[in-house]
């Protein structure tokens, strides 16, 4: 089968794509044409099984597109998007990308009679707007704070239309925060909830910004593959037209995450942590969703990560792999 | 002050620009121009005090929308679209005029620097779809069922984003069925509503093709106008970045409706509805809300019908009016 990922050079594209290669299948069938597009090269290497294509261009150029689509690849993971801090500093490129981009692909998927593929999309829990319930059901309504929350659930309502009208066969998937994310520290609000994790692990000295009792929804890079591949496989028809939903994941303080580093690696990691209380970064966070229940992602067998002790073990794990 | 209704030669653009006329007012300022925008010519006639400008063309065009929007007027209804039966039939049509056309409008202004108007948008309930709680609370998800419900959907939410952003001060209102609808049967598949009222009064039989015991969320032409009045009047501070809400109605059921008739005009008008029960009818309505908690909309002001009765009597005497 054919397996186009869109956005195939992030963290989460990346990921996804070395899994596939390392399988060599996808739901049981033999995955012989992955395609990578995104604005830069992806990095994953093909095998003798699995061809590798890697290209690059511009989602928001519709002609970019339809060539993307014309060889019909059977799943399709659009994971591209200009993320929330970019599409709130520039309007018309978080439009552009993120919901013209968006709507070029299904327009494009549209475009080719009898073509009929499986699309997985990621969306975002930026969908929904404080002020929140203590845990946000799966039938809470959708306000977004910022203009990519507003862009994903647009991509949210064209995939179940494009769906219900038997364009394609789509599954919305609204990721938590992804800890531990691999790398450098980076600038995004939201970065240190990685940081106190992944820099003391490192022997490095990390900034914690706002209180411990700040709860937080997250998954690991690989619960997010996890959630990915099922996506691409599961049977559709339980879902009926509601194409789109919360992922699990566990809802933790950050007195909890020190405590589960505490308890995996050990105090003189937890004293790395220092505390510098950023007024700003605080005020972001205060306007994040806590807490979730997503029963119905559960239902239909998705599966989040036990703890977050065994995050911080899976992390300590993919790092001694990488060297 | 300027005034523009897009979508001004419609049932409930009609309505609102004859009393707006008529008022010589909106929220205490003189309406000294009423610029009524239509794919077909508006009827309503301007006065020495409110001159009516009455212009044609296409929404999805954006040197029209430009156009219209170069005078700055202060406040905008946004009432055009699509409806839900031929955006259903006219994939494309309905996606060009009820979210492009939105979108242009929406663009039109950001242009213009400076520039922020009260935009006065009507949703619509297809943002929702079944299966319903009892009552549809305004924290209930939206899953529309229908084409025209995700462009409505996404009308609301670029309504939002553009207002938090400061673009514009929007209002987006979610209208119930509105009953009694004047003039000449149509084949809308909600059309019996207001057929089993207007026809009997007239004199004429009606087609009654569901049962006594479907329930519907309805609002008078007068309602309609109301609201739309009072979310171009209103003090938006109290919505914060939730700019759109489910208007208050009545739940009734047919039966309901039916003895209410009785009440008011008499058991022989009431003898004029034949029960011709129709399947294909029955199965849509099926999927239809029945009933709303529209508290938030009532905190905000927005008042509904007091009484079927009331919403016949309302009819009868805009007949006498009429002549």
């Excluded at 794509?17 to 299948?25: F, K």
């Excluded at 395609?35 to 090269?41: G, I, M, Q, S, T």
């Excluded at 689509?69 to 990308?97: M, N, Q, T």
């Excluded at 998954?219 to 037209?241: E, K, N, Q, V, Y």
Aim: hydrophobic fraction near 45%; charge should be negative.
């Amino acid at each position: 089968m054919k397996v186009l990922i869109i956005g195939g050079a992030g963290m989460v594209g990346r990921n996804l794509a070395d899994t596939l290669v390392a399988a060599g299948q996808l739901g049981g069938k033999p995955v012989t044409e992955l395609v990578l597009f995104d604005v830069v090269p992806a990095v994953t290497q093909g095998t003798d099984a699995v061809a590798v294509r890697v290209e690059t261009g511009d989602l928001s150029d519709r002609a970019t597109v339809d060539a993307l689509i014309a060889p019909r690849p059977d799943v399709i993971f659009h994971l591209a998007a200009i993320v929330s801090g970019e599409a709130e500093a520039d309007f018309d490129k978080g439009y552009r990308i993120n919901m013209d981009g968006t709507r070029n692909l299904l327009e494009a998927i549209r475009a080719q009679p009898g073509y009929h593929p499986r699309v997985v999309y990621t969306s975002s829990i930026a969908v929904f707007g404080a002020p929140f319930p203590e845990a946000i059901g799966d039938e809470f309504f959708t306000t977004p704070m910022t203009s990519y929350g507003a862009q994903k659930m647009i991509g949210e309502l064209l995939l179940n239309d494009y769906s219900r009208r038997g364009i394609l066969d789509g599954v919305g998937i609204r990721l938590p925060t992804i800890v531990v994310r691999p790398g450098k520290p980076n600038k995004a609000a939201s970065g240190f909830f990685s940081g106190i994790i992944r820099e003391p692990l490192a022997g490095i000295e990390a900034v914690l910004p706002v209180d411990d009792s700040v709860r937080h929804w997250v998954a690991s890079p690989a619960s997010a593959t996890g959630f990915l591949i099922h996506a691409a496989t599961m049977d559709t028809a339980p879902l009926g037209a509601r194409r789109c939903m919360t992922m699990p994941g566990l809802s933790v303080t950050v007195g909890e995450m020190i405590a589960a580093l505490g308890e995996v690696a050990g105090p003189d990691k937890v004293a790395l942590i220092k505390r510098q209380p950023d007024a700003t970064i605080r005020g972001i966070v205060a306007g994040w969703p806590e807490n979730f229940d997503a029963s119905r992602a559960t239902e239909m067998g998705f599966v989040a990560d036990a703890s977050f002790q065994d995050i911080i073990r899976a992390h300590i794990r993919d790092m001694e792999a990488a060297g």
